[in-house]
Nanobody, 126 residues
Framework: QLVESGGGLVQSGDSLSLSCAGS????????IGWFRQAPGKDREFVAG????????RQSDSVKGRFTISRDRTNNSVYLQMTNLKPEDTAVYYC?????????????????????WGQGTQVTVSS
């Protein structure tokens, strides 16, 4: 089970940190991806981290502004967002999948993820 938290309403230029908490002893064995979905748009990849925490990737739209990390002690993955823009407004989801067990790669396609959290809303006002 994946549970996101940390969303909220912020102003343009602000920072926000999202958390993805995993239950069960196997969470740390899986690569994790963050996605977002704005109203009327497809769910898009934002960032991903491999199962060890040593390899990350970000989409071009957030590169240099968002950082993904994981805390294996606390079974959590974080998305630190800085210099937020109105176009970052969306529901943010963390996700994983069977094929991501001990994976060094985090796919950008949502269809390779089967396990999703309920999402957390991020709204950035201009």
């Amino acid at each position: 089970q994946l549970v996101e938290s940390g969303g909220g309403l912020v102003q343009s230029g602000d920072s926000l940190s999202l958390s993805c908490a995993g239950s069960g002893p196997t969470f740390n064995n899986y690569a994790i991806g963050w996605f977002r979905q704005a109203p009327g748009k497809d769910r898009e990849f934002v960032a991903g981290i491999d199962w060890t925490g040593g390899r990350t990737r970000q989409s071009d739209s957030v590169k240099g502004r968002f950082t993904i990390s994981r805390d294996r002690t606390n079974n959590s993955v974080y998305l630190q967002m800085t210099n937020l823009k109105p176009e970052d407004t969306a529901v943010y989801y963390c996700a994983s999948g069977r094929s991501l067990r001990q994976s060094a790669i985090t796919p950008t396609s949502r269809y390779q993820y089967e396990y999703w959290g309920q999402g957390t809303q991020v709204t950035v006002s201009s």
